[in-house]
């Protein structure tokens, strides 16, 4: 009798773990990615969600005209009227057929190189801007580094392939990243269909190419979407940074050396994993206190607090495992100003790490009095010498003046 009982007892535990385990939501599978290489990032933190061959230098084709773009933003006015020279009109590739000698203002050219993809505009914008492509090329590699892409090198504002023109679909994510917290930047790659005006263009040579189509076709199919650009050359294959946001989270999904319509399928599902197997968990709120640290010299601890908040992603459905790192900076000494960075708090999980924050200083830190002794007994020092002097000084005045002797009578 015990054994059946013993036997009831077993079947029951293993249904209800089976019923346990069905109402578990399980986790999205990691996509299969038909591109050679892909990254999706959190537009937010930074954070890398996915990757394949992110770190292998790459050709870009078009999107290379993000990077293109952000230049020409920070460095003109949409407003300023560009000349477009003769070199710009012989471009081979994708073009709206501008004209040697047009008068067109920045703020379409834009429009053209990032909805169209418009290769003569490109080299319109790079002209006007640096003076030359070369020059132009100088000022890319300069902003790629600064924004921490360092393993690219950018030849043509365009992207028509070059042996020394790549990057890395890393790198390309950081680009894009840092140019979709422009607000004019992500008005024109949101923008589906434009209207452009070339009043100076010669129209006996047919009507000029003044609306304009977005290429990326995520605009009407993807839920959220909002950019970013496509890119296509025999060399690179087929290119995609496609963003997407839903409620406050937005990410940025890189794909390089796809094949026909796969690079759309890859962008859909790298997103849907994005939203779907990750959770935002706030780490750290801004001005949250860390820590109080002694500093040298200091008359009080200086009070260490977040500079910014942080969200990490982690596996939906799972328990955050992560451990914080305060990490100071070294040879911390009074006085100290209330803002002044003191160091990083450093976020990890599973062995790497998800993000950092910057640590500030909560309150003013004045010298100690006690740790102002030396300079006290300095000047203690340097007083004594002086009156010293002083002294030795006004005897001497008083030995050089001459006697009169009195005589008495």
Same mark, same amino acid.
């Given at each position: ?13 293993? $249904?209800l773990?089976? *019923? ?22 959190d ?12 770190d292998q230098?790459?050709?870009p084709?078009?999107?290379t ?24 009109? $012989? ?19 834009l429009y053209? @190189?990032?909805?169209?993809s ?23 590699? *300069?902003?790629a580094?600064s ?12 992207? @028509? ?10 790198? @390309?994510?950081l ?8 607000p ?20 006996s ?5 003044e ?7 995520l $605009? ?7 950019g ?5 050359t ?11 946001r839903r ?6 999904a ?19 994993y994005?939203?779907?197997a990750?959770?935002?968990?706030k ?30 992603n ?5 328990e955050?495992?992560?451990e914080?790192?305060?990490v100071?900076?070294r040879?911390?000494k ?5 803002g ?7 976020i ?28 006290? $007994? ?32």
């Open positions: 009798m015990r054994r059946w009982w013993l036997i009831f007892f077993c079947c029951l535990m293993l $249904l773990a089976e *019923e346990a385990r069905a109402a578990s939501p399980a986790s999205p599978p990691t996509p299969q990615v038909t591109g050679k290489a892909a990254v999706l990032m537009a937010r933190n930074g954070q890398i969600l996915y990757e394949k061959n992110a230098p790459m050709y084709a078009s999107t005209k993000i990077l293109t773009a952000i230049i020409a933003l920070e460095r003109s006015r949409l407003d300023e009227v560009v000349t477009v020279s003769r070199k710009a009109t $012989l471009v081979e590739g994708s073009a709206i057929g501008l004209q040697e000698g047009e008068r067109v203002t920045m703020e379409d050219l053209a @190189l990032l909805l169209a418009a290769n003569d505009a490109a080299v319109a914008i790079a002209e006007n801007v640096a003076g030359s492509v070369p020059a132009f090329a100088t000022l890319m590699n *300069e902003k580094r924004i921490g892409a360092k393993e690219s090198n950018f030849r043509n504002p365009n992207g @028509l392939p070059d042996p020394q023109h790549y990057t890395t679909a890393h790198d @390309l994510a680009i894009a990243r840092y140019a979709m917290q422009n004019t930047f992500r008005t024109i790659v949101s923008t589906r269909l434009k209207q452009i005006h070339r009043p100076d263009a010669d129209r040579k047919g009507p000029p190419q609306h304009l189509w977005n290429h990326n076709r $605009l009407s199919s993807y839920e959220g979407a909002i970013i650009k496509t890119g296509y025999v060399e690179a294959g087929q290119c995609l940074i496609a963003a997407a409620g406050n989270r937005e990410l940025i890189v794909i390089m050396k796809s094949q026909g319509a796969a690079v759309y399928s890859d962008a859909r599902s790298l997103l849907d994005g939203f779907s990750f959770t935002p968990v780490m750290v709120d801004r001005g949250e206190k860390i820590s109080s640290y002694s500093v040298t010299g200091g008359a009080e601890k200086v009070e260490v607090v977040a500079g910014n908040s942080l969200f990490v982690l596996p939906a459905g799972r955050p495992s992560v914080r790192q305060v100071m900076h040879d911390l009074a006085p100290i100003t209330r002044q960075e003191l160091g990083e708090l450093v990890t999980g599973e062995g790497k790490e998800l993000g950092r924050v910057e640590l500030v200083a909560a309150n003013d830190v004045k010298v100690s009095a006690i740790r102002r002794w030396p300079v006290w $007994l300095l000047g203690a020092l340097v007083l004594v010498v002086f009156l010293r002097l002083r002294k030795i000084m006004v005897r001497r005045r008083l030995r050089r003046q001459p006697r009169y002797l009195r005589y008495l009578r």
